[in-house]
């Protein structure tokens, strides 16, 4: 398996700009995690799914965060109008249902910058 | 969501054992003991879990005492390449897969 696959890998925009960012869990997970990452704040958990459903978004930060499942192998996470403060490292995870969900494979990540 | 207590940071030499202790006083009874490790760049990779006593797999080994309220990660003989930050997580089936990482302990392997 390719594990989690994440693009782009890096996207620096503008402020005020849209941003998409884009997952593909390991095939067979029945979980899908969105984290971001910065110095300050360490990793944070935004939002996951269970098969393609929202569970828990608590850790969205704003309404400028949005995030969709439309199926079992992709999910995207948009950001519009981004902002300066929403530079960081965003990873995507993917995890089993049936008493492994805590271990969780986490994509190589896609490093926002915001200008 | 039991919160964990665990160094800032470690400093190893090569060759060594390596253990790095976590607190979690409020765990509950149907929680899990996780441990992540993250190189620069990349995400968290899983290490080790468990619930109780003692948990071994090619990479470490996860020691936790009866009372579950704190948690050990061995790592045997560290190199350089252990150099990482080490996360210890705790969460339930009740959370659904929800995962809080903490500051973590950042293990420096030096030659």
């Known amino acids: 398996d390719a594990g989690v696959i994440q693009s782009p890998r890096h996207e620096v925009t503008e402020m005020g700009q849209e941003v998409t960012l884009r997952c593909k869990p390991i095939?067979?997970?029945?979980?899908l995690f969105w984290y971001r990452q910065t110095m300050m704040r360490g990793l944070e958990l935004l939002i996951y799914f269970n098969n393609n459903v929202p569970i828990d978004d608590s850790g969205m930060p704003e309404d400028r965060f949005s995030a969709k499942m439309p199926n079992a192998s992709f999910s995207t996470l948009k950001i519009q109008p981004s902002e300066p403060r929403d530079s960081a490292v965003y990873f995507c995870a993917s995890s089993w249902t049936s008493g492994r969900f805590h271990e969780q494979y986490f994509g190589p990540g896609t490093r926002l910058t915001v200008t | 969501l039991a919160k964990t207590t665990q160094p800032i940071s470690m400093d190893s030499y090569e060759g060594q054992e390596v253990n790095i202790t976590c607190s979690h006083n409020n765990i509950a009874t149907n929680d899990y003991i996780t441990w992540y490790q993250q190189f620069p760049s990349q995400g968290p990779r899983f290490i080790i879990q468990?619930?109780?006593t003692k948990v071994t797999n090619e990479v470490a080994s996860l020691f936790i005492p009866a009372d579950r309220k704190s948690s050990t990660l061995s790592l045997p003989r560290v190199s350089l390449s252990d150099t990482a930050v080490y996360y210890c997580?705790?969460?339930?089936?009740?959370?659904?897969?929800?995962?809080?990482f903490g500051q973590g302990t950042e293990l420096s392997v030096k030659p």
């Open positions: 997580l705790v969460g339930g089936d009740n959370q659904g897969g929800k995962l809080i």
């Open positions: 095939s067979g997970h029945d979980y």
């Open positions: 468990g619930y109780k």
